[in-house]
């Protein structure tokens, strides 16, 4: 049961399952920089992040992958934060701090609430803003793919190749998707709480299959055209 079924065939993936900022953006970039500075550190240098972590006050999740959430990673993402983390690594992880400043660049000229600002009078020079902004991280995280052996995950392809077609779509930046999307997800818990679809234990077979079955359900609803 395909969960998107647009009756015109002309609709595009974008219209139908739009790129979040928050989570195409920030948490996804956010947590592969992150480790790849874990995973490349020496062992003897393994206590750098938690010095790290301690210095920003918040402590990395050991649950759901071990991904840090929004609100750490604007923590991490701020310029006193980075200048710390620097001071913290060794020369050869410096880059990882770069692409944490790219990063934030990105995520700051995309998810402004407006397009246009004293220094950017039209969506033309908007848009462009944004293509530079994509493409200087881009070349930060590939440089971390052939240097580290770092993924270049759907949501990294999803920065490079989709953010700018999306603005083009919908002549609107990222920030008002996120609030929809956190709208949806508050809608999807209720939906979860409120029926036969929560599943305790969730590491159980049975698990999976209730939430594909909310899945269907939800999306029955909202994604068909």
């Known amino acids: ?10 609709v595009t993936v974008l219209e139908k399952i739009p790129p979040g900022g928050l989570h195409v953006l920030l948490l996804g970039a956010g947590n592969d ?16 992040l938690s010095d790290f972590e301690k210095y920003i006050g918040a402590k990395r999740p050991s649950y759901n992958g071990k991904a840090w959430e929004g609100n750490q990673l604007h923590k ?19 880059c990882c701090v770069e692409g944490f400043r790219m990063l934030e660049e990105l995520n700051s000229t995309m998810t402004r609430s407006s397009m246009l600002t004293e220094k950017c009078k039209t969506k033309e020079e908007y848009l462009k803003e944004c293509q530079d902004k994509i493409d200087n991280f881009i070349e930060i995280f590939d440089y971390l793919k052939y240097t580290f052996g770092t993924s270049k995950t759907v949501k990294i392809h999803t920065i490079e190749s989709h953010l700018v077609d999306y603005v083009k779509l919908t002549n609107k930046t990222l920030s008002s998707l996120d609030q929809a999307i956190e709208a949806v997800h508050q809608y999807f818990n209720q939906r979860l709480n409120a029926s036969n679809y929560k599943i305790k234990y969730k590491s159980s077979e049975k698990h999976g299959e209730k939430l594909l079955q909310l899945d269907h359900h939800f999306y029955s609803y909202n994604l068909y055209n």
């Open 33 to 48: 920089i992150y480790d790849c500075i874990d995973e490349n550190l020496p062992s003897s240098l393994k206590h750098v």
């Open 76 to 94: 991490i993402l701020k310029d006193k934060s980075l200048v710390k983390l620097k001071q913290l690594l060794p020369k050869e992880l410096h």
């Open 1 to 10: 049961m395909p969960i998107v079924k647009p009756k015109d065939k002309k």
